[in-house]
């Protein structure tokens, strides 16, 4: 097993406050890996690091055997990183299909390739009835999935899914968990945060927990949600 | 990567507006409809015979210029700028002074430019690094300083601005007669033509979608693999020379150029209003609003004469207020409300009846 990501005593710092402290840990080739903590845990610090959107104030970052640490946003996508955003951020005044168009022209500078990797993405993530609605237009759940369905279409090697599956119906949450698998099963190394337990075990091989900024636990789901450090952070200590 | 299998999904609750009216105002007209706006325009000098119905045309073609380049930045790109009058001026000031050396205006123009392409990618770089309307107040900012420098440093004229000389009229001195515009109009219309193909290039393909999704969100289009400086600053630079486009052919219609009409604040907000008025990242838009403005300009001027001399700019506010209460889109999307129900009937009327109603015809 090669790693694509290796995260290496990262941290980031606000005034006084570490958002991420020294957390380190891999991601393998191929792999759905989970990063969980609870609320302020510094989980989406560590992702906005990774795609290139927030500058580590100390350690390494190494994306596909290069160091990359620091790297800009457009840098991380051109790479092979893929992001979807927790608040979703659509190009509002397009169609989905010209969202998709836009990603795809990072791999595909002509237009036509583009709109042909476009539809291709759509397809796969179950984009087609909305294709010419006005990005702006759609409820969360076809937000969020637009928000998976470009960062595919930039033919990503790592996938970072940012609560793709929170605020979801349990149907929509279902079917969002399928076009992941199908998303991975394709080659795609996936790194996604989530706080919801329950929809985030069955699909991640391996886990990451965070806590005030620092990684308290790792392993997998069953490994960590026996863990007494995990158990005591999420509902406290017994009394 | 490959399409492997494609999830059974019916799609998450219902809502799937139909695709039947998305973004279709905001993208990219068809060469049909610029066939159509050249031919009236062509057309126009030739139904309105008198001299200044001819310096109409003629100012709202160039306004018309530099607010297509300012929609470029402005509406497109979502950078709203309030000193294109510095990039008017660019092209104002360095046409002139290469002219009074003895150049050719053609050439001086053209050399134009790549001056202001260069003057706007310059102030780009620092002002894009700021957001929203700290970016618009930037743009003011640095349009003032070289407005106050060109009035009282030595060597560009100063306050008394400069004066070109007359020579023999001729297309290659691109002067003519006054006694008919026409030449002129024309001209302008040429560049006109230069500078709206130069925009739809430069919006047809990859930069077009890359600087909308900028305008949309900023970190969304780094997150795909956008360099948000670089094609804000590509902007810029075309945005730039389009404006130094209609400055430079101003000086040489008018003769003239002075610090209040080729670098002033009120024509900054001017390219801006005509841009709002016809309809922003629009691609008529600008040059609807400049026929509009130019014409409620001249109009006001003639009724109010000395007494009334801002008698126009009340009336722009008036119709700025409106637009923004009634149609943000503009006049061209008001224009577009009006006109899509009647060629729907006339597109029903067109098409073959599925047979039935037997009298219908054609």
Same mark, same amino acid.
């Given at each position: 097993?090669?790693?694509?990501?290796?995260?290496?005593?990262?941290?980031?710092?606000?005034?006084?406050?570490?958002?991420?402290?020294?957390?380190?840990?891999?991601?393998?080739?191929?792999?759905?890996?989970?990063?969980?903590?609870?609320?302020?845990?510094?989980?989406?610090?560590?992702?906005?690091?990774?795609?290139?959107?927030?500058?580590?104030?100390?350690?390494?970052?190494?994306?596909?055997?290069?160091?990359?640490?620091?790297?800009?946003?457009?840098?991380?996508?051109?790479?092979?990183?893929?992001?979807?955003?927790?608040?979703?951020?659509?190009?509002?005044?397009?169609?989905?299909?010209?969202?998709?168009?836009?990603?795809?022209?990072?791999?595909?500078?002509?237009?036509?390739?583009?709109?042909?990797?476009?539809?291709?993405?759509?397809?796969?993530?179950?984009?087609?009835?909305?294709?010419?609605?006005?990005?702006?237009?759609?409820?969360?759940?076809?937000?969020?999935?637009?928000?998976?369905?470009?960062?595919?279409?930039?033919?990503?090697?790592?996938?970072?899914?940012?609560?793709?599956?929170?605020?979801?119906?349990?149907?929509?949450?279902?079917?969002?968990?399928?076009?992941?698998?199908?998303?991975?099963?394709?080659?795609?190394?996936?790194?996604?945060?989530?706080?919801?337990?329950?929809?985030?075990?069955?699909?991640?091989?391996?886990?990451?927990?965070?806590?005030?900024?620092?990684?308290?636990?790792?392993?997998?789901?069953?490994?960590?949600?026996?863990?007494?450090?995990?158990?005591?952070?999420?509902?406290?200590?017994?009394? | 990567?490959? $399409?492997?299998?494609?999830?059974?999904?019916?799609?998450?609750?219902?809502?799937?507006?139909?695709? +039947?009216?998305?973004?279709?105002?905001?993208?990219?007209? /068809?060469?049909?409809?610029?066939?159509?706006?050249?031919?009236?325009?062509?057309?126009?000098?030739?139904?309105?015979? +008198?001299?200044?119905?001819?310096?109409?045309?003629?100012?709202?073609?160039?306004?018309?210029?530099?607010?297509?380049?300012?929609?470029?930045?402005?509406?497109?790109?979502? @950078?709203?700028?309030?000193?294109?009058?510095?990039?008017?001026?660019?092209?104002?000031?360095?046409?002139?002074?290469?002219?009074?050396?003895?150049?050719?205006?053609?050439?001086?123009?053209?050399?134009?430019?790549?001056?202001?392409?260069? %003057?706007?990618?310059?102030?780009? =770089?620092?002002?894009?690094?700021?957001?929203?309307?700290?970016?618009?107040?930037? $743009?003011?900012?640095?349009?003032?300083?070289?407005?106050?420098?060109?009035?009282?440093?030595?060597?560009?004229? @100063?306050?008394?601005?400069?004066? %070109? *000389?007359?020579?023999? /009229?001729? !297309?290659?001195?691109?002067?003519?007669?006054?006694?008919?515009?026409? *030449?002129?109009?024309?001209?302008?219309?040429?560049?006109?033509?230069?500078?709206?193909?130069?925009? =739809?290039?430069?919006? &047809?393909?990859?930069?077009?979608?890359?600087?909308?999704?900028?305008?949309?969100?900023?970190?969304?289009?780094?997150?795909?693999?956008?360099? #948000?400086?670089?094609?804000?600053?590509?902007?810029?630079?075309?945005?730039?020379?389009?404006?130094?486009?209609?400055?430079?052919?101003?000086?040489?219609?008018?003769?003239?150029? +002075?610090? /209040?009409?080729?670098?002033?604040?009120?024509?900054?907000?001017?390219?801006? !209003?005509?841009? #709002? %008025?016809?309809?922003?990242?629009?691609?008529?838009?600008?040059?609807?609003?400049?026929?509009?403005?130019?014409?409620?300009?001249?109009? $006001? &001027? @003639?009724?109010?004469?000395? $007494?009334?001399?801002?008698?126009?700019?009340?009336?722009?506010?008036?119709?700025?207020?409106?637009?923004?209460?009634?149609? *943000?889109?503009? !006049?061209?999307?008001? %224009? @577009?409300?009006?006109?899509?129900?009647?060629? &729907?009937?006339?597109?029903?009327?067109?098409?073959?009846?599925?047979?039935?109603?037997?009298?219908? &015809?054609?």
């Amino acid at each position: 097993m090669t790693s694509l990501l290796r995260i290496d005593k990262l941290s980031c710092r606000f005034g006084g406050l570490w958002a991420n402290r020294e957390v380190s840990f891999e991601v393998e080739q191929g792999a759905i890996v989970g990063l969980i903590g609870p609320n302020g845990a510094g989980k989406s610090t560590l992702f906005s690091m990774v795609a290139g959107a927030q500058r580590p104030t100390a350690g390494r970052l190494e994306f596909d055997g290069r160091d990359v640490t620091g790297w800009a946003p457009h840098a991380a996508a051109r790479a092979g990183v893929g992001r979807t955003f927790q608040l979703m951020r659509v190009f509002g005044s397009m169609s989905v299909l010209e969202n998709l168009t836009t990603a795809a022209f990072v791999r595909h500078p002509r237009l036509r390739d583009a709109r042909r990797r476009a539809a291709e993405v759509a397809d796969l993530a179950g984009l087609g009835p909305v294709l010419d609605a006005p990005a702006a237009s759609l409820t969360a759940a076809w937000k969020k999935r637009l928000e998976m369905g470009r960062a595919l279409a930039t033919e990503p090697k790592l996938l970072l899914l940012d609560e793709v599956l929170s605020g979801l119906t349990p149907t929509e949450a279902r079917e969002a968990v399928e076009i992941v698998r199908a998303i991975n099963r394709d080659g795609v190394t996936i790194l996604m945060v989530e706080h919801v337990m329950e929809v985030i075990m069955p699909l991640c091989g391996r886990l990451v927990v965070l806590h005030y900024g620092e990684k308290i636990s790792e392993g997998t789901p069953e490994q960590v949600a026996h863990d007494p450090t995990v158990v005591e952070a999420y509902l406290g200590k017994a009394l | 990567m490959s $399409t492997t299998s494609t999830p059974t999904t019916p799609a998450p609750a219902a809502s799937a507006p139909a695709g +039947d009216r998305p973004s279709r105002a905001r993208r990219l007209p /068809p060469w049909t409809t610029a066939v159509l706006v050249v031919a009236a325009l062509a057309a126009y000098p030739l139904v309105f015979l +008198d001299s200044a119905a001819h310096n109409i045309g003629i100012l709202a073609l160039t306004f018309g210029i530099a607010a297509t380049g300012w929609n470029l930045l402005g509406g497109y790109t979502g @950078q709203i700028s309030f000193g294109h009058a510095l990039y008017f001026g660019a092209g104002a000031y360095t046409t002139a002074l290469l002219v009074r050396q003895g150049w050719s205006p053609w050439l001086a123009i053209g050399i134009a430019l790549p001056v202001a392409a260069v %003057l706007a990618a310059a102030v780009g =770089w620092p002002c894009f690094r700021l957001r929203h309307h700290y970016y618009s107040i930037a $743009t003011i900012a640095v349009a003032e300083i070289v407005f106050i420098l060109v009035t009282n440093l030595p060597g560009l004229g @100063q306050a008394n601005g400069w004066e %070109l *000389p007359v020579v023999e /009229p001729s !297309l290659a001195n691109l002067q003519f007669s006054l006694l008919d515009k026409r *030449p002129y109009y024309y001209v302008a219309l040429g560049f006109f033509c230069l500078a709206a193909v130069a925009v =739809w290039l430069f919006l &047809r393909g990859r930069a077009g979608n890359y600087v909308r999704a900028i305008r949309d969100d900023q970190a969304a289009a780094a997150a795909v693999g956008i360099n #948000v400086h670089r094609y804000k600053l590509a902007a810029a630079a075309l945005s730039g020379a389009i404006t130094a486009l209609a400055g430079g052919f101003y000086v040489m219609y008018v003769l003239f150029v +002075d610090p /209040p009409s080729g670098l002033g604040l009120d024509l900054s907000v001017s390219f801006t !209003l005509m841009a #709002v %008025l016809g309809g922003v990242g629009r691609f008529w838009g600008p040059l609807l609003g400049a026929w509009v403005l130019v014409f409620v300009q001249d109009v $006001t &001027r @003639q009724e109010f004469s000395g $007494t009334g001399r801002s008698v126009d700019l009340l009336l722009y506010g008036a119709l700025i207020v409106l637009i923004s209460i009634t149609e *943000p889109g503009g !006049l061209l999307a008001i %224009l @577009q409300r009006i006109w899509a129900p009647i060629a &729907r009937r006339l597109r029903r009327r067109s098409a073959p009846e599925p047979t039935g109603s037997g009298e219908v &015809r054609a």
